[in-house]
């Protein structure tokens, strides 16, 4: 009964040895599995803080671009509307100087043009081409000849006067003779009417050719002065609207250049807007990629070191028992061995014996160191 307790208690302690060799080794791998856990909820909450920090971060990288965009397009705006102040300013004095020397030229040649108009309405007059008709000799020079119908109506003064003379001379020398006119002095009389028609006709007419074109030349030349301030007038309008256009030209062709480089400006800006956002937006991605990849990765490793140790555990909980059985085995195995090798010893005692089997077994059971190995049972200790 001894040895079979013995058995039972050597068993007992191998068995309840490994129970708490496996439920130190799940225990361990329990608190492995929960670090691995706890330190992969740690990574997760370190990834997801990463991605909102990269979020802030775009956030504010679009902010700074807006407000890069749009300080540049207020700036391209204010450069335009000042190179169309300069623009307008460059204009408007090119126009005021024009319209100055428009002025002067005008004061110059419209007081010739005005008293050329004036010739040639008086000399309209006296050729009787419209205008006024009741003005002092309107149409006496309508004709260039000198008729001789006008003849007969003593238009010719010289002719008039140098006929009225003859006539009285001639009755003169009828009152002298008591108003008693020979045929002969009648006869005279009539020759003198005669031939001072005949002779003066042509005096007269060249009289009248010499007063018509003393008369009109005048007049005539105002007409050509006049013309001539109407063509100062006509080469200083059209100068004034050359330079005009010349002013609005070069205006607008200085607007359409702002305009351009507003346009050239504004794309700049807006290209300069939009690389940095994909930039920022590139830098996000990167950023939530590698945060993303680092959580990954520390996940994979952490799960594989948690699988590791549960699996550690349940090697350790299996090798423990594994252990324990096979001392427990080993013990009872060992102790039937004791109790069989007892049975023959006290069967069979040796002559001269000094050692009991219980003396043995406290030695060390088997093996030399308790003297059995090569010696022989009936030996003595």
């Given amino acids: 009964m001894t040895f079979v307790a013995a058995s039972v208690i050597s068993a007992g302690a191998a068995l309840g040895g490994a129970y708490l060799s496996s439920e130190a080794s799940k225990s361990a791998a329990g608190k492995q599995v929960k670090a691995s856990q706890q330190a992969a909820a740690q990574q997760y909450e370190a990834a997801q803080s990463a991605i909102r920090t990269q979020q802030q971060v775009l956030d504010a990288q679009m902010r700074n671009a807006d407000n890069v965009q749009a300080a540049q397009i207020q700036q391209q705006k204010d450069i335009l509307e000042q190179q169309l102040r300069i623009a307008a300013e460059t204009r408007d004095a090119q126009l005021r100087v024009s319209r100055e020397v428009l002025g002067k030229q005008e004061a110059v040649y419209t007081p010739y043009q005005e008293t050329g108009l004036e010739g040639q309405n ?14 002092q ?19 010719d003064p010289g002719y008039g006067f140098r006929m009225k003379e003859g006539l009285k001379a001639v009755d003169a020398q009828a009152a002298a003779r ?33 007063s018509r074109q003393a008369t009109l030349a005048p007049y005539q030349a105002l007409q050509g002065v006049g013309l001539q301030g109407a063509g100062g007038l006509y080469n200083a309008a059209g100068n004034y609207g050359t330079n005009a256009m010349g002013a609005y ?69 299996a090798n423990a028992f594994t252990q324990g059985i096979s001392g427990a085995s080993n013990a009872y195995y060992q102790n039937q061995m004791l109790g069989l090798l007892r049975d023959r010893y006290n069967a069979t005692p040796q002559a001269g014996a000094t050692k009991t089997y219980n003396t ?5 059971g088997f093996g030399t160191g308790a003297g059995f190995g090569n010696r022989d049972y009936g030996e003595s200790y």
């Fill in 137 to 155: 000799g309107y149409g006496q020079y309508a004709n260039a000849q000198f008729t001789p119908e006008a003849f007969a109506a003593n238009q």
């Fill in 122 to 135: 008086r000399l309209r007059e006296f050729l009787g081409l419209g205008g006024n008709t009741g003005a």
């Fill in 178 to 210: 008591g108003g008693l006119i020979s045929g002969a002095a009648l006869k005279a009389s009539q020759r003198f009417g005669q031939d001072m028609a005949s002779q003066e006709y042509q005096n007269a007419f060249n009289r009248y050719q010499t």
């Fill in 249 to 317: 030209g070069g205006y607008g062709a200085a607007a359409g250049n702002a305009y351009g480089a507003l346009g050239s400006g504004l794309y700049n800006a807006t290209g300069g807007a939009g690389s940095m956002i994909n930039s920022a937006y590139g830098n996000f991605g990167g950023g939530v990629t590698g945060a993303l990849t680092g959580f990954g990765t520390n996940q994979a490793n952490l799960t594989t070191g948690a699988a590791n140790a549960a699996a550690s555990g349940q090697v350790g909980s």
């Fill in 360 to 364: 043995m077994l406290s030695n060390g």
